[in-house]
């Protein structure tokens, strides 16, 4: 419509828009004078009031006035405006190049040249293009009085739920109250045993001490006797009785236990957990039974080394709960001394962890709740880590008395097992860590349990298996014995292509998505998590996580190996087409070690290549040929906990071993 525009002098000109001034109607249908729409009374319409759509009478226009509301004065009820220009002339006609209402002289005169059509025509085509505007209301309307309805039974149905969840909680209430009570009682009971178990322990002990010192009282009173006797032959067999005593008496002293067999170690630690009740009554551990497990005696200079502790009571038994306090320290050859972290599994067990800053000899001390452990301190020796230079001759080669037919990416388990993906049988590989087999599982197939094309494999932190079924576009995982669990990545979210490489950090999967370019992020429990980065990757072949908490891919389209931070942002790259030093071609496989270093299985070039942890590079070994050392075709790369380094010599059909120094 029109902007507001003065017209002529007629007083209906005040209405904003003058096409709807020409139609203004103030009277009935019936030709009776239209009453007052606020009020309702007969008196004279003087008003319209645009945001009410009302017609008001002289009153109730004051009233809308004072509401600050938009009022047009309609004190003149002609039906008919004249050209302010042309008088006498009607505004008949509409430019839409000026916006305006005007005559028909105005259009041969002013307007000449400019877009126009009649009033009539105008106000029609606005009325059905207001229509159009409306249309939707009704629908809309519709649409919230429904949505309306929805809620207000939503809010019932809640209601309703929140009755039923308070019966629940009352009824759980009292059944915990009553599991309380028991759990009570039970520990009350379990104090008791620990209290006769120890009072029986120390009561036979005090026994044992009381028969030997009734001997050596005994003893005592034969020596009062020998001095009031003279007689030699009474003499010597009283002699030979004494001394046949004392050597008794003697023996019994020596393996004697002194010292309280029982310590008066009970504890009761409250926990807030509700599924653990009360608490947990137990025996603190004994330091002469607790051991310490998997602890190396040749450690690698600033390398972290990790142990297990596993506490045991003055029986030997397992302890199956924690909160013992254990102490870690390891004393270099010139006296510093390094304290160790300890974490506590909260099962009894523990993982220590320590750093030695110096070469040479070392003791380390382990003590609990500060008692030293039976066999501490322990000796170690530290060495220089490996350099990776001088790799020649491997120490073992693997290909399972010639099965293996395409054996492609390693992985590395607890306990040094490993396990290889052979992708022309369609099988997995499980071998221990003297390179025994100890299984082989799968067949061709789309079912759980089959491959079409396996090749990434990863384990997690409970050594859980995942095995890239590429030919059938996702992830199987099974536990260490080949026990199918789940799968992913074949829909619910996110769908692999000719996917190949995979690592487990933390509880996410990282997998490289060959086909789509990009890396896919899941859970453990096989939900999808999130994707990156078709910008940077063309062919993203496999994926590893550095000692900088960095995700490492290796392109294989772009013969580098890229670098991004574990929630997909690009960091940097390194490695260029070609086979000169650092140079590579086609790589297939990367693996790191615990110092970061970064070794690469160089496919294109059948070697390995080397680089630190910035991705300068450090050396490579390897050439074409089939002979020890040599390869075709490397698919896989992996490191063993100590070292050893795997490599799947895939057209050689076989997984070479090099030494880990």
Request: proline fraction near 2%; aromatic fraction near 6%; hydrophobic fraction near 30%.
């Amino acid at each position: 419509m029109a902007d507001k525009q003065e017209t002529n002098k007629n007083p209906a000109n005040n209405l904003n828009c003058s096409l709807c001034a020409k139609f203004v109607k103030i009277l009935r249908d019936d030709g009776t004078e239209k009453k007052c729409d606020d009020c309702g009374s007969n008196e004279q319409v003087v008003a319209l009031c645009i945001n009410c759509t009302q017609y008001l009478c002289e009153v109730c226009n004051s009233y809308h006035i004072r509401k600050e509301h938009d009022v047009v004065a309609v004190q003149s009820i002609e039906k008919t405006l004249y050209c302010p220009i042309h008088s006498q002339k009607e505004l008949d006609h509409y430019c839409e190049t000026c916006d305006k209402v005007i005559c028909h002289y105005c259009v041969t005169k002013d307007h000449v040249g400019h877009t126009f059509d009649t009033v009539e025509s105008t106000a029609s085509k606005h009325r059905n293009e207001l229509i159009k505007i409306i249309a939707p209301v009704d629908e809309m309307s519709t649409s919230l009085t429904k949505a309306k309805k929805d809620i207000n039974l939503m809010k019932g149905k809640i209601e309703n739920q929140a009755i039923k969840i308070k019966k629940l909680l009352d009824k759980c209430h009292e059944e915990q109250i009553a599991r309380l009570n028991e759990h009570h009682q039970q520990l009350k009971k379990q104090l008791q045993d620990e209290l006769s178990q120890k009072g029986e322990a120390l009561t036979t002990q005090l026994e044992d001490i009381k028969s030997v010192q009734d001997q050596l009282a005994n003893m005592k009173k034969q020596h009062g006797g020998l001095e009031k006797t003279t007689d030699r032959k009474v003499l010597s067999k009283k002699k030979e009785y004494i001394e046949k005593s004392m050597k008794e008496v003697s023996d019994k002293y020596k393996t004697l236990n002194t010292l309280p067999v029982e310590t008066d170690s009970i504890e009761f630690v409250p926990v807030n957990n509700p599924n653990l009740l009360l608490g947990h009554l137990f025996t603190s551990a004994h330091p002469h039974t607790s051991e310490v497990v998997d602890l190396p005696h040749n450690i690698g200079y600033s390398t972290k080394v990790d142990f297990t502790i596993q506490t045991r009571n003055c029986k030997g038994e397992k302890c199956t709960k924690g909160g013992h306090h254990i102490s870690v320290e390891l004393k270099s050859v010139t006296g510093n001394v390094t304290i160790g972290e300890v974490k506590d599994n909260n099962d009894g067990s523990y993982v220590a962890s320590f750093v030695a800053g110096e070469v040479g000899d070392a003791k380390l001390s382990v003590s609990i709740n500060g008692l030293q452990f039976k066999e501490s301190p322990y000796s170690l020796k530290t060495v220089l880590t490996r350099n990776y230079q001088g790799i020649n001759m491997p120490d073992e080669v693997v290909n399972d008395n010639g099965s293996m037919s395409g054996p492609c990416h390693i992985a590395v388990g607890k306990d040094s097992m490993w396990v290889v993906a052979d992708d022309s049988n369609k099988c997995v590989y499980i071998f221990n860590g003297q390179n025994k087999l100890l299984k082989k599982f799968g067949s061709n197939g789309s079912g759980s349990g089959q491959f079409s094309t396996p090749c990434g494999v990863a384990f997690d932190s409970d050594n859980d298996l995942y095995i890239l079924d590429g030919g059938n576009n996702r992830v199987q995982k099974f536990n260490i014995n080949g026990h199918y669990l789940l799968q992913f990545g074949n829909g619910g979210g996110y769908k692999l292509k000719s996917a190949e490489g995979i690592t487990a950090h933390g509880y996410k999967v990282y997998v490289a998505d060959d086909r789509n370019k990009r890396i896919a992020v899941f859970q453990t429990n096989g939900q999808f998590c999130t994707s990156f980065d078709s910008e940077h990757l063309s062919g993203p072949y496999d994926v590893a996580v550095n000692t900088n908490n960095q995700l490492l891919v290796v392109d294989i389209n772009n013969h580098c190996v890229v670098t991004f931070t574990l929630d997909g942002h690009y960091v940097g790259k390194f490695g260029t087409q070609g086979s000169g030093r650092g140079q590579l071609s086609n790589p297939r496989a990367l693996a790191i070690d615990i110092n970061g270093f970064i070794l690469v299985a160089d496919s294109g070039n059948d070697r390995v290549s080397i680089f630190d942890k910035s991705g300068n590079y450090i050396d490579c070994f390897g050439s074409n040929g089939s002979n020890a050392g040599q390869f075709s075709n490397p698919k896989g790369i992996a490191l063993s906990p100590n070292g050893s380094i795997y490599v799947s010599d895939t057209d050689n059909k076989r997984v070479q071993i090099f030494s880990n120094y």
